[in-house]
């Protein structure tokens, strides 16, 4: 028995801990990777340890802690952070850091508190469905959107004004994983889509929903908001048939008959 344990003893710290090891160093040297551009681009204004600085009127940046890699793989990979104005929309730039950085940027963020993790291509692609269960998504996809969405970023995710001179983007260039992120992280206005709120397979649909507008571009003439049936029978009944019924006046104030009657009211006048 206690050459079995022995055994097992030896084995074990041959094996196991060199792995676990190796994996956690790479974990703390991502973080602390990541801590040295925090301190270098953003500690000024997010504080040294990620805590949010506070300013009267609130000009630098809010606390990280639980804001999750998302939050940062989001505001980092679109650019939008390090911001360069504080007290304005951050607005979408070229991104400053590379894959690597906002990697480790991530994982020293996440490091201060549990927040959503960066998603994975499956939970935002619906590539495993086949055609029609995606058809189907993308209906889903598109009334989840007018419900949740459009109040804020218009029909068709064309993008739309907000209080205070902000502004809700157009979603036209906007990556998957972006989209994912933006719905769990809630940047600026913006509410949070926790996956309870709206589920991951939802997500992904709103996704499929926003890629196939993309890929059929308005073919000309008036879009009408991409209702379909609804909009375009209010068009048909509105200027069509009114068109009609005003026409149909317009004859009727300058017909023979009408004329008549007015001279013949002139002649009794006089
Ligand atoms: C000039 C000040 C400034 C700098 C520099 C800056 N930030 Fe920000 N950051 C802000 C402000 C202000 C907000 C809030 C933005 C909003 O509400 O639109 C913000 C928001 C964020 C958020 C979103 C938080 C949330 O609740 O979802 C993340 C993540 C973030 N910043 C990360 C960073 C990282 C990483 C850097 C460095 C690469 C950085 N910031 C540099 C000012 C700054
Ligand atoms: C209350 C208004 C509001 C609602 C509702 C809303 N958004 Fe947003 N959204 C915004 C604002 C404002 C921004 C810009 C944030 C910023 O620049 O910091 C934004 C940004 C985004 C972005 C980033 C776009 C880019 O190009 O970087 C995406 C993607 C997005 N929203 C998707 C969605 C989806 C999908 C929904 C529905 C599930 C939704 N939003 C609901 C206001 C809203």
Redesign the pocket.
């Known amino acids: 028995m206690l050459l079995g344990l022995l055994f097992t003893g030896t084995m074990y710290a041959a094996f196991a801990p060199a792995n676990a090891e190796k994996g956690s160093d790479n974990q703390d040297e991502q973080i602390a990777a990541g801590r040295e551009l925090f301190l270098v681009g953003c500690a000024f204004c997010h504080g040294q340890n990620g805590e949010g600085i506070n300013s009267q009127n609130g000009q630098y940046g809010p606390s990280l802690i639980g804001v999750g890699a998302a939050a940062v793989d989001?505001q980092v990979g679109?650019g939008?952070m390090p911001m360069s104005q504080p007290g304005q929309?951050?607005a979408?730039k070229d991104k400053l850091y590379s894959d690597e950085e906002i990697e480790q940027l991530a994982a020293y963020v996440a490091s201060l508190g549990p927040g959503p993790s960066i998603p994975t291509s499956d939970e935002y692609s619906l590539d495993h469905l086949t055609g029609e269960q995606k058809s189907e998504a993308i209906v889903r996809g598109g009334q989840?959107?007018l419900a949740?969405?459009s109040?804020?970023?218009n029909f068709e995710?064309s993008g739309g004004a907000?209080p205070w001179g902000?502004?809700?983007?157009?979603?036209r260039?906007?990556s998957d994983k972006?989209?994912y992120e933006?719905?769990l992280t809630g940047?600026?206005?913006?509410?949070v889509?926790s996956n309870g709120n709206?589920a991951p397979e939802d997500k992904a649909a709103?996704i499929a929903y926003?890629n196939a507008i993309e890929d059929n571009p308005g073919y000309g003439g008036f879009g009408l908001g991409g209702l379909g049936p609804v909009s375009e029978g209010m068009f048909a009944w509105i200027l069509g048939i009114g068109g009609l019924v005003g026409f149909a006046y317009w004859i009727a104030a300058h017909s023979a008959r009408s004329e008549k009657t007015e001279s013949s009211s002139e002649e009794t006048n006089a």
Request: charged letters at 15%; glycine letters at 2%.
């Open positions: 989001f679109t939008r929309q951050a979408v989840l959107f949740n969405c109040a804020c970023h995710g907000m902000k502004e809700a983007p157009s979603l260039e906007t972006h989209i933006a719905m940047p600026s206005q913006m509410d889509f709206i709103i926003l």
